[in-house]
């Protein structure tokens, strides 16, 4: 199928599916409270985990949802882990040789060098952390820190519609805005405002049920209507009990 093809193919599942979903987006202090680890990172190397999953998203050719092995360095310390350690994150990516995914999952496509502010739990992988809203909306968890990306083509609007600047629409946004300069470099006094600012956050830790799964399943109901479900438990490190010594 040539390029138009595949282009009114698109259109016509479009059409036929919701044209929007929704999105799960936090504020700030939720975010801080309801996460395991909070920091300022940046990624040391990426690779693929070999961890798939399915998903209920319409695609087309050969499409495969795939967990991504991130590893970020701590730069700046917020909830739950300390400078310098190296943080393993899974992050949803799609592959094949050629694909439509309709209303795609929010993915972070991370790149070597770049800087995030990460909000993670545990994921059923022990080892392994992943973005909270993982893994339908991992960029609401997961925020790439650059200006230019925040401004370039971008317009923002306050719910008047009244059109504002990104760091005056919400929080959140101004806390990510004053994470890092116009250059790209992170300053210290935004993530120091945020432990400061988020001392009650912090202090919560999230239950210990909260885990990112990373195998998920498809479930249809009457009408066809499908949804995801976990298609796995939580996987528990047990050490085993010393035998009592006796004579």
Same mark, same amino acid.
């Given at each position: 199928?040539?390029?138009?093809?595949?282009?009114?193919?698109?259109?016509?599942?479009?059409?036929?599916?919701?044209?929007?979903?929704? *999105?799960?987006?936090?504020g700030m202090k939720e975010l801080v409270a309801q996460s395991a680890l909070v920091f300022v990172g %940046?990624? #040391?190397?990426?690779?693929?985990?070999?961890? /798939? #999953?399915?998903? /209920?998203?319409? /695609?087309? !050719?050969? #499409?495969?949802? $795939?967990?991504? $092995? &991130? =590893?970020?360095? &701590?730069? =700046? =310390? &917020?909830? !739950?882990?300390?400078?310098? %350690?190296? *943080?393993?994150? @899974?992050?949803?990516?799609?592959? !094949?040789?050629?694909?439509?995914?309709?209303? +795609?999952?929010?993915?972070?496509? +991370? !790149? @070597?060098?770049q800087h995030h502010l990460l909000c993670l739990l545990p994921t059923t992988q022990p080892g392994f952390h992943a973005s909270i809203t993982a893994p339908f909306d991992d960029r609401e968890g997961i925020f790439l820190l650059d200006r230019k990306e925040w401004t370039e083509g971008a317009t923002y609007f306050d719910d008047k519609g009244r059109k504002v600047a990104f760091k005056d629409q919400n929080e959140k946004n101004a806390m990510l805005w004053n994470l890092v300069d116009g250059r790209g470099r992170i300053m210290p006094g935004g993530a120091a405002a945020m432990r400061k600012n988020y001392q009650a956050e912090i202090a919560r830790r999230p239950p210990a049920e909260s885990v990112v799964h990373l195998k998920w399943k498809k479930v249809e109901g009457k009408g066809g209507w499908q949804w995801n479900e976990p298609a796995e438990e939580k996987k528990v490190e047990t050490r085993r009990r010393p035998k009592a010594s006796g004579k």
């Open positions: 199928m040539g390029v138009r093809g595949i282009m009114l193919l698109a259109l016509i599942l479009s059409s036929a599916v919701c044209e929007a979903r929704a *999105v799960r987006s936090m %940046q990624v #040391t190397s990426i690779r693929p985990s070999g961890i /798939t #999953t399915t998903l /209920t998203y319409p /695609t087309w !050719g050969n #499409t495969v949802f $795939e967990w991504l $092995e &991130v =590893e970020v360095k &701590v730069i =700046e =310390e &917020v909830k !739950g882990v300390k400078k310098g %350690q190296v *943080v393993r994150t @899974l992050m949803l990516s799609i592959r !094949g040789e050629s694909f439509i995914v309709i209303n +795609p999952p929010g993915m972070v496509k +991370p !790149g @070597l060098g």
